[in-house]
């Protein structure tokens, strides 16, 4: 069984500050990984995909990845009341390329007070 | 361009009924997939399809049946309800092109089984 480990939280985190994320996978083999952001009620959206390791950055988001340590992180920096949502980690599966069967994790609440 | 629309936004079932989930998506995609969710938990693969006529079980495929006879529909059917099965289901599409890392998520339906 794969499986991706996220911290439930909540996280709570001052506004202006960075909020940290982590996620762990067990599957030494995936080579893709995703951040998905999930407001309450809704549905997932994409935030952030990485496949090399080191950083991938976009706006006030980075991405970390540490394959040899089977380690995936999310920054946001300069926190916003907005960004309050759950945070799911998802990592691509398949063995068909292109076909992103993705395994999340239980993903974790974050929390920006003003 | 209505994008990913799931029909119907909530349903209450009996143990023991059927009912079918619709998914439709007007972006041409080639995949789609079926999660469900739990409260507090992750998404779950249920089923994905990577085309027309071609389908395939994810994590949590028992209870669920899936067809993909247009590129546009992905209905999921569930035979026989029982209780485990209310969660809030979604169903996502993916390109194979400029977009492949993103996947586009319905609205969901919420379902119980009581």
């Known amino acids: 069984q794969k499986e991706v480990e996220q911290n439930s939280g909540p996280l709570s985190v001052p506004e202006g500050a960075i909020a940290s994320l982590n996620c762990t996978y067990s599957d030494r083999g995936s080579q893709s990984f995703f951040w998905y952001r999930q407001y309450s009620g809704k549905s997932p959206e994409l935030i952030m995909f990485?496949?090399?390791?080191g950083d991938k950055e976009d706006g006030r988001f980075t991405a970390q990845l540490n394959k040899a340590s089977q380690y995936v992180s999310l920054l946001i920096r300069d926190s916003q009341p907005s960004d309050s949502a759950t945070y799911l980690c998802?990592?691509?599966?398949?063995?068909?390329?292109?076909?992103?069967?993705?395994?999340f994790g239980q993903g974790t609440r974050l929390t920006i007070n003003p | 361009n209505a994008g990913v629309t799931q029909t119907p936004k909530f349903r209450i079932l009996k143990i023991g009924q059927s009912m079918t989930l619709q998914c439709t998506q007007d972006?041409?995609?080639?995949?789609m997939y079926w999660y469900r969710q739990d409260p507090g938990m992750g998404l779950k693969l249920i089923y994905y399809?990577?085309?027309?006529?071609?389908?395939d079980k994810g994590e949590v495929p028992n209870g669920y049946n899936v067809s993909r006879s247009t590129t546009e529909d992905f209905p999921l059917r569930l035979e026989l309800a029982a209780p485990s099965q209310t969660s809030v289901y979604f169903c996502a599409s993916k390109s194979q092109g400029e977009s492949k890392n993103i996947q586009y998520f319905g609205a969901g339906t919420r379902l119980s089984v009581l």
């Open positions: 972006m041409n995609h080639n995949y």
């Open positions: 990485i496949y090399s390791n």
């Open positions: 998802a990592v691509d599966t398949s063995i068909i390329q292109g076909a992103q069967k993705l395994v």
């Open positions: 399809s990577v085309g027309a006529g071609i389908t």
